[in-house]
């Protein structure tokens, strides 16, 4: 039972001193993101209602459960439809 | 390193940052904005270059970027974007530790001795990230005693944290409040994260709002200067920043300052993506017009980057890398030795100013009838108070306003630059209609020299280029335009563009 941390990590900090279990390490020794470490991970259990380093990471997509599954999907965060994004992404891209 | 002394210009050099510039008297001490405030408070602003319209000529700010995390989400900013090119605030390319950062100061404060401000303001928000920016904060009391430090705050954690704040004796602190209405609020925040939940919509707005509110409050029990940002959004709450304006100006903030959003598709941010548009020139200066009836309003405000360096309008961020300061030996005791003659220096010269203005006719134009009416006109200008650039290097425009009632200074319009260099200025055409419509609302533009397609194209927009005032004071050159309208009677023909 852990969650982990993907490469659409953008490195904001803002869960490493959340972490009640001392689970989270940084983008320390050459590491592009933030990770998780899955013998420390509790997934917040007994500690909080909600697993805290998802509900403050600003990234969608960013932080998975054992599953694989995104904690935070695509539109979650920001609101952004994901079809409408992608669009203004490809138009942005065939200019 | 080349260094930007007073009344000298570094435009020799390859690398000089833009000097901004406007007219002493009409941007200074004849400025209503400082004018207004107690003595108290004018004391403590005098020097700050975001703060005093004046001062931005003299004195430089910098901001460190140590402050990663942010506890909420706003509608027009995108925490994966770090791009070199940007200019919006909160965006910026290189983290710093606490301990970089202090070198990173001292390193500036030593070479620039005009730097005389050090705000922390993101990427995230600094009181999301108390150990990293209270860290900075004490070591800079410590070691600099003589910069002063500020900070840029949404607002979430400031009732816990001002008690820190006070401690580290910081008399500056700007909150960012776009709204006091939660349903409003929910338009622009998508979440806050509050007492380890996120917390969605409406509810997360309103404890938001409810915590800034508690902030503004409690730092003005406490003596402290606050300053309140707010984002204009055109349709969302443009309107209601009028409301705004006049709560904050009742609990005691000295400022407000009011920014144009800034959203574009290729930032990814909802705003940008979902097309919501940012207010024209003309409805911003409406919106400030509106609000400066209740309070000191800044109009000077660039929005500079959060890790800026410089001069307001200026960036010399690239001199004072990582890898360039850790090669500098600072004796920071000399140093601020140096900053002391330099400050002393440019005091003189600012007293100097004040008692030229002072001396000069207090209005230029009072002898005009008096129900004139008033004309918006954009002056091309590299500093020094000036009329001294050519129309198609300028990177903006100062606008002032002439009237009756004498000039006043307006804001910035910045212009796309469609002039590569030589004087011939005939192509690049669409960057120029971009240029035209951000002077939109000024009826005449003042610079040392216009090409002849965009005068053409100027004078179809109505907008009437002026080249006759080349190397003279720009309060002069605004007098001289408004007296040459008014002779031709020019003033008494109505206006649409009038802006109230
Ligand atoms: S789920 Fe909880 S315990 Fe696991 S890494 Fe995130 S914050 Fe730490
Ligand atoms: S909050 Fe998300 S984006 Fe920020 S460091 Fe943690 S995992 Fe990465």
């Given at each position: 039972?852990?969650?982990?941390i993907?490469?659409?990590?953008?490195?904001?900090?803002?869960?490493?001193?959340?972490?009640?279990?001392?689970?989270?390490?940084?983008?320390?020794?050459?590491?592009t993101?933030?990770?998780?470490?899955?013998?420390?991970?509790t997934?917040?259990d007994?500690?909080?209602?909600?697993?805290?380093?998802?509900?403050?990471?600003?990234?969608?997509?960013?932080?998975?459960?054992?599953?694989?599954?995104?904690?935070?999907?695509?539109?979650?965060?920001?609101?952004?439809?994901?079809?409408?994004?992608?669009?203004?992404?490809?138009?942005?891209?065939?200019? | 390193?080349?260094?930007?002394?007073?009344?000298?210009?570094?435009?020799?050099?390859?690398?000089a940052p833009?000097e901004?510039?406007?007219?002493?008297?009409?941007?200074?001490?004849?400025?209503?904005?400082?004018?207004?405030?107690p003595?108290?408070?004018?004391?403590?602003?005098?020097?700050?270059?975001?703060?005093?319209?004046?001062?931005?000529?003299y004195?430089?700010?910098?901001h460190?970027?140590?402050?990663?995390?942010?506890?909420?989400?706003?509608?027009?900013?995108n925490?994966?974007?770090?791009?070199?090119?940007?200019?919006?605030?909160?965006?910026?390319?290189?983290?710093?530790?606490?301990?970089?950062?202090?070198?990173?100061?001292?390193?500036?404060?030593?070479?620039?001795?005009?730097?005389?401000?050090?705000?922390?303001?993101?990427?995230?928000?600094?009181l999301?990230?108390?150990?990293?920016?209270?860290?900075?904060?004490?070591?800079?009391?410590?070691k600099?005693?003589?910069?002063?430090?500020?900070?840029?705050?949404?607002?979430?954690?400031?009732?816990?944290q001002?008690?820190?704040l006070?401690?580290?004796?910081?008399?500056?602190?700007?909150?960012?409040?776009?709204?006091?209405?939660?349903?409003?609020?929910?338009?622009?925040?998508?979440?806050?994260?509050?007492q380890?939940?996120?917390?969605?919509?409406?509810?997360?707005?309103?404890?938001?709002?409810?915590?800034?509110?508690?902030?503004?409050?409690?730092?003005?029990?406490?003596?402290?200067?606050?300053k309140?940002?707010?984002?204009?959004?055109?349709?969302?709450?443009?309107?209601?920043?009028?409301?705004?304006?006049?709560?904050?100006?009742?609990?005691?903030?000295?400022?407000?300052?009011v920014?144009?959003?800034?959203?574009?598709?290729?930032?990814?941010t909802?705003?940008?993506?979902?097309?919501?548009?940012?207010?024209?020139?003309?409805?911003?200066?409406?919106?400030?017009?509106?609000?400066?009836?209740?309070?000191?309003?800044?109009?000077?405000?660039?929005?500079?980057?959060?890790?800026?360096?410089?001069?307001?309008?200026?960036?010399r961020?690239?001199?004072?890398?990582l890898?360039?300061?850790?090669?500098?030996?600072?004796?920071?005791?000399?140093?601020?030795?140096k900053?002391?003659?330099?400050h002393?220096?440019?005091?003189a010269?600012?007293?100097?100013?004040?008692?030229?203005?002072?001396?000069?006719?207090?209005n230029?134009?009072?002898d005009?009838?008096?129900?004139?009416?008033?004309v918006?006109?954009?002056?091309?200008?590299?500093?020094?108070?000036i009329?001294?650039?050519h129309?198609?290097?300028?990177?903006?425009?100062?606008?002032?306003?002439?009237?009756?009632a004498?000039?006043?200074?307006?804001?910035?319009?910045?212009?796309?630059?469609?002039?590569?260099?030589?004087?011939?200025?005939?192509?690049?055409?669409?960057?120029?209609?971009?240029?035209i419509?951000?002077?939109e609302?000024?009826?005449?533009?003042?610079?040392?020299?216009?090409?002849?397609?965009?005068?053409?194209?100027?004078?179809?927009?109505?907008?009437?280029?002026?080249?006759?005032?080349?190397?003279?004071?720009?309060?002069d050159?605004?007098?001289?335009?408004?007296?040459?309208?008014?002779?031709?009677?020019?003033?008494?023909?109505?206006?649409?563009?009038?802006?109230a």
């Open positions: 039972m852990a969650l982990s993907n490469d659409a990590c953008v490195n904001c900090w803002a869960c490493l001193p959340l972490c009640p279990s001392d689970a989270i390490t940084a983008n320390l020794d050459g590491a993101h933030f990770a998780i470490d899955a013998k420390k991970c997934e917040c007994g500690d909080y209602a909600s697993p805290q380093c998802a509900s403050i990471c600003p990234i969608e997509g960013a932080i998975l459960d054992a599953g694989g599954e995104a904690l935070n999907p695509p539109g979650s965060l920001t609101g952004i439809p994901p079809e409408l994004l992608e669009q203004a992404m490809a138009e942005i891209q065939a200019r | 390193m080349e260094l930007k002394v007073l009344g000298q210009s570094n435009s020799g050099s390859a690398a833009t901004s510039g406007c007219s002493k008297s009409a941007c200074g001490s004849t400025s209503d904005q400082m004018d207004q405030l003595e108290s408070i004018r004391e403590k602003v005098k020097n700050h270059p975001c703060y005093s319209e004046e001062a931005h000529h004195y430089a700010r910098m460190v970027a140590v402050a990663p995390a942010c506890n909420i989400q706003c509608h027009y900013c925490r994966k974007y770090d791009c070199a090119n940007e200019s919006r605030p909160g965006v910026v390319s290189e983290l710093l530790s606490p301990d970089q950062a202090v070198k990173k100061v001292m390193a500036v404060a030593a070479n620039i001795p005009q730097m005389t401000v050090l705000g922390v303001a993101g990427p995230g928000d600094p999301a990230n108390p150990e990293r920016t209270f860290e900075t904060f004490r070591q800079l009391t410590e600099a005693p003589d910069i002063k430090l500020c900070v840029s705050t949404n607002g979430l954690s400031l009732p816990e001002v008690e820190e006070s401690k580290h004796n910081i008399d500056h602190v700007t909150i960012t409040i776009n709204c006091v209405d939660p349903e409003i609020g929910a338009k622009i925040y998508p979440w806050v994260f509050w380890n939940r996120r917390i969605r919509g409406a509810k997360g707005a309103k404890i938001l709002i409810e915590q800034q509110q508690k902030g503004l409050e409690m730092l003005i029990e406490r003596g402290i200067l606050v309140v940002n707010s984002v204009m959004i055109p349709g969302v709450n443009d309107k209601h920043l009028v409301e705004v304006s006049k709560i904050v100006k009742s609990k005691g903030a000295f400022l407000h300052n920014m144009p959003l800034i959203a574009e598709a290729e930032h990814g909802f705003y940008g993506v979902m097309g919501q548009r940012g207010p024209n020139a003309k409805e911003l200066s409406a919106l400030q017009d509106e609000c400066a009836g209740d309070m000191n309003m800044m109009r000077h405000c660039r929005q500079c980057r959060a890790d800026a360096v410089g001069l307001l309008g200026e960036d961020g690239a001199e004072f890398t890898d360039k300061i850790e090669g500098m030996e600072i004796d920071y005791a000399a140093a601020m030795e900053r002391a003659e330099v002393a220096q440019i005091e010269h600012r007293a100097e100013q004040a008692a030229e203005a002072a001396a000069e006719d207090a230029p134009l009072g005009l009838p008096a129900d004139l009416r008033p918006l006109m954009a002056v091309a200008t590299q500093g020094q108070g009329v001294n650039q129309f198609g290097h300028a990177k903006e425009f100062l606008v002032y306003e002439a009237s009756p004498g000039v006043r200074f307006i804001g910035h319009r910045k212009a796309e630059q469609y002039c590569s260099g030589d004087d011939t200025c005939g192509e690049g055409e669409s960057t120029l209609d971009i240029t419509r951000s002077l609302g000024c009826e005449a533009v003042i610079c040392s020299k216009v090409g002849y397609s965009p005068w053409e194209k100027l004078e179809a927009a109505g907008i009437i280029p002026n080249g006759e005032y080349a190397m003279e004071p720009i309060e050159a605004v007098v001289g335009v408004y007296r040459g309208m008014y002779e031709s009677g020019a003033l008494s023909e109505a206006s649409g563009q009038l802006i």
